[in-house]
């Protein structure tokens, strides 16, 4: 992989052009070939373009006056693109991105924007970073619950691969775990295992033990995502 020095009025480059894809890490500006992406089909993807799919086709069917509110709104929440810059969605970009997190957060598609003002997200929803534990054998994969859970709210976890414990993965290579509404079991218990949901999305970890694994753990209330709660913990063989 070659490294790029920017100059000349162009700061940043990110993305491909003519066969070259460039890339940027905290160090340096890279370049290297662009290699086209395979397509496995997993169900997880399947899913994820049905749904986008859907939320198109959905667009279609709104009125005017419903268009030009999410357009509005889009405009009073600008994002930050890949190189830092800000930038702001279209109405339907903005509609589409909206209903793809209430899905995630197991709510219905909604045609008028929501109102998040005040959502209010716990600070303390998950525990400590040590009750984060998984376990080989007996198989397990336990999220804490801190002081601040409540029951029938809405929490959202994706997890890394099992990794060598000084890799830090960027939190867009997590995988989507789990969503699910929290019980007053699940709070009583303290913790809760979601090891056949990881074992999904990472295969067997036999052989894992003293790899690492990190969490994005979220909470969703009112269409919107909390900022996401890093943790990383060490399998143990037992």
Sequence with gaps: MAK?????????????VGGNTFTRSKSSSNIRNRVKPTNPATAAQVEARALMSQLSKRWRTLTDDQR??????????????????????????????????RDIGLDEPIDD??????????????????????????????????????????????????????????????????????SSAMISAGTIDWIDEYLHISGDIDGTADKAVTVSLRQYKSSALSFPELMKTVITAT
């Design 4 to 16: 790029v020095a920017f100059g000349g009025g162009v700061a940043n480059l990110q993305g491909s």
């Design 68 to 101: 030009r509110a999410w357009t509005v709104d889009a405009q009073q929440q600008p994002r930050v693109d890949k190189c830092g810059n800000v930038m702001k969605l279209a109405g339907n970009q903005h509609y589409v991105s909206v209903n793809v997190i």
């Design 113 to 182: 924007p929501p109102d998040v003002e005040l959502v209010g997200f716990s600070p303390t929803f998950f525990g400590a970073q040590e009750d984060f534990t998984v376990i080989v054998e007996p198989r397990s994969f336990n999220i804490p619950f801190g002081a601040g859970a409540v029951e029938n709210d809405i929490a959202v976890i994706y997890a890394s691969a099992p990794l060598s414990p000084g890799v830090k993965p960027p939190i867009k290579s997590l995988k989507f775990l789990v969503s699910f509404v929290v």
